[in-house]
């Protein structure tokens, strides 16, 4: 197989695996939202810990520590995933799958419009037209839905957002959420310990496994995302 071909293997199983979130995050109630994001993220760690530990990949972090303009970036990541995935888990949870599925139809023309205005990448004339019948779709969508879509929209620009950091600082997905994860450890834990371990002290066996699998389910898309080929040296990559 050739390496573009397992890239593109790689990319479609993460999108996979992330469209069938939508059937896990329920399972983890009566845990609210906050409670589960605060999970998301301390298992998150210890997972992204442990794949580091087995890998041996530890001397990123001294590199890390010594650039602090990209430390700064990856700190407003870690802020933008977080509000990316407490809005996705409250959406999810409360019944608003369509508008939470409808923010994923947003964030591609976000991600276009952030690559042409900051990143000052040209689109082709077919490009343009992809993208006119995209935001055409998403339009319709959104006036069908009836009233302002703020879930999507949130979900669409601190994706959008939190991609195009991402991908001015160039950093390895599990790296990446390493550090973004350890940069919201701290307030997640202390969250927990303020409502004395919430439902998952008091739920059984069962939901404290479901409620640890969180950081499994988060890291695993990752791994296979992280496999895609990089773009071609020369371009960004940023727009499709």
């Not at 990319?11 to 059937?23: D, Q, R």
């Not at 991402?166 to 390895?172: A, F, G, P, R």
Request: aromatic share 10%; glycine share 12%.
């Amino acid at each position: 197989m050739t390496s573009s071909r397992r890239g593109l293997a790689y990319g479609a199983t993460a999108y996979l695996l992330w469209g069938l979130f939508p059937l896990f995050w329920p399972l983890l109630k009566p845990a609210n939202a906050v409670e589960i994001l605060a999970h998301r993220i301390v298992w998150s760690l210890v997972v992204v810990v442990v794949i580091l530990a087995v890998q041996r990949r530890w001397r990123w972090i001294g590199a890390i520590v010594r650039q602090p303009r990209r430390l700064a970036l990856l700190a407003a990541a870690a802020v933008l995933i977080g509000v990316n995935w407490a809005t996705y888990i409250y959406g999810v949870n409360s019944g608003q799958i369509v508008e939470t599925s409808l923010g994923y139809f947003i964030n591609p023309l976000v991600t276009v419009l952030l690559g042409v205005v900051v990143l000052q990448e040209r689109l082709r004339a077919v490009q343009w037209g992809a993208l006119a019948i995209g935001a055409v779709a998403v339009l319709v969508l959104a006036l069908d839905y009836g009233r302002v879509p703020w879930i999507a929209l949130i979900l669409a620009f601190s994706f959008g957002t939190y991609g195009l950091i991402k991908k001015v600082i160039s950093m390895d997905a599990v790296q990446g959420l390493t550090v973004e994860t350890a940069a919201l450890f701290v307030p997640a834990l202390a969250y927990l310990l303020f409502i004395g371990g919430g439902t998952f002290a008091h739920s059984g066996a069962g939901h404290m496994g479901l409620l640890a699998s969180a950081g499994v389910v988060t890291a695993i898309p990752l791994l296979f995302g992280g496999g895609a080929r990089p773009p071609r040296p020369g371009r960004s990559g940023f727009v499709p």
